[in-house]
């Protein structure tokens, strides 16, 4: 069992930075492959990054490919998603989600997620 807790939203201005910080209980942390999504309301969760267990491993959309950077942090079991240049259109509640491959957590269909942090930025 995993529990996550996102942390960091909040109101920006366009072109502007937020770091969302992801913090994970339960065992074996560093097995588990973390990943960030977007939702806004009234559409699909949305893919933003994966990082493997290890950290070798990333994945990001198109649509934040150079602005968004993903990392994580086994000894303190957190994973973060530094956002840079941010634009309206990055509006939405972002996720952290973590499952034991790449494939599930891309795939949105992750065991475990967190409740949510909202990221409202203003142009």
């Known amino acids: 069992q995993v529990q996550l807790v996102e942390s960091g939203g909040g109101l920006v201005q366009a072109g502007g930075s937020l770091r969302l910080s992801c913090a994970a209980s339960g065992r074996a942390f560093s097995s588990y492959t973390m990943g960030w999504f977007r939702q806004v309301p009234g559409n699909e969760r949305e893919f933003v990054a994966v990082i493997s267990s290890s950290g070798g491993v990333t994945y990001y959309a198109d649509s934040v490919k150079g602005r968004f950077t993903i990392s994580r942090d086994n000894a303190k079991n957190t994973v973060s998603l530094q956002m840079n240049s941010l634009k309206p259109e990055d509006t939405a509640v972002y996720y952290c989600?973590?499952?034991?491959?790449?494939?599930?957590?891309?795939?949105?269909?992750?065991?475990?997620w967190g409740q949510g942090t909202r990221v409202t930025v203003s142009s």
């Open positions: 989600a973590a499952d034991r491959t790449i494939t599930k957590v891309r795939s949105a269909t992750a065991l475990y």
